[in-house]
């Protein structure tokens, strides 16, 4: 069996983090499949979706990391082309990517006590988000 269903967010960008494991959990209690996988993908080239402690201070150390790694006042030839500001966010995606798929076991998505599931929107400017959730099982 496949269920499909999104997730509709409004994100601030600029590394902007939503928890939406809930959302998740949620999804799979209405799909009706008790084990299987579920994966998950956000339609944008400038977000991300991840599992990572959802607290304040790993929240700013993983800011402060992607910083450091595509820094948003960097040179980006991307931004030469179209001239938008946001070649960071769009390499920020390409290094954590746009999807993922996580177990189901018994109705449960296999997480563990401290892992959530994030979007996070790099864009430089607030944007609505759509992640698409897949659960295929029995």
């Known amino acids: 069996m496949i269920y499909s269903e999104y997730i509709n967010c409004e994100t601030k960008g600029y590394t902007d983090i939503i928890n939406i494991t809930d959302d998740i959990k949620r999804i799979i209690a209405r799909s009706g499949i008790t084990n299987g996988i579920a994966t998950l993908g956000v339609t944008s080239s400038t977000s991300a979706i991840t599992t990572l402690e959802f607290e304040p201070g790993l929240i700013a150390d993983f800011r402060k990391s992607l910083e450091i790694v595509a820094p948003v006042d960097g040179f980006y030839a991307h931004d030469e082309k179209w001239h938008d500001g946001n070649g960071f966010s769009h390499i920020r995606s390409s290094l954590i990517g746009t999807s993922k798929t996580i177990p189901v076991v018994s109705k449960s998505l296999m997480t563990g006590t401290w892992q959530q599931v994030i979007l996070v929107d790099f864009d430089n ?9 897949q659960i295929f099982g029995e």
């Open 125 to 133: 400017r607030p944007r609505s988000r759509k992640v698409f959730v």
